[in-house]
């Protein structure tokens, strides 16, 4: 299973940014996809993911600044970031799991291998 992000890159504080994550080589019905990301120094921070089926979940730093999506037929999700602060300055990364909480707790075996984010102030 491959993971492959893009959409990264510098923004101004108050813009938006749109990440996208194209999963390859396996099966993802039923699978949900997410997304985390990582500031220098910091631990990697859930930010959201989506069901096959259709519901979201986000980080509690989002306050509906974020929404993530998923195209199933082109195994992709999106998260479409709007408002965005220096503080979300950070690598972004995709995952995916057949169960949420290993996906949340982020212990799923499988991540992309990110999309630089840097958010000017």
């Known amino acids: 299973v491959q993971l492959v992000e893009s959409g990264g890159g510098l923004v101004q504080a108050g813009g938006s940014l749109r990440l996208s994550c194209a999963a390859s080589?396996?099966?993802?019905?039923?699978?949900?996809m997410g997304w985390f990301r990582q500031a220098p120094g910091k631990e990697r921070e859930f930010v959201a993911a989506?069901?096959?089926?259709?519901?979201?979940y986000y980080g509690d730093f989002v306050k509906g600044r974020f929404t993530i999506s998923r195209d199933n037929p082109k195994n992709t999700v999106y998260l479409q970031m709007n408002s965005l602060k220096p503080e979300d300055t950070a690598v972004y990364y995709c995952?995916?799991?057949?169960?949420?909480?290993?996906?949340?707790?982020?212990?799923?075996?499988?991540w992309g291998q990110g999309t630089q984010v840097t958010v000017s102030s």
């Open positions: 080589g396996g099966t993802f019905s039923g699978y949900y």
């Open positions: 989506a069901a096959w089926s259709g519901p979201t």
């Open positions: 995952t995916e799991h057949t169960n949420f909480s290993v996906l949340r707790r982020g212990r799923s075996g499988t």
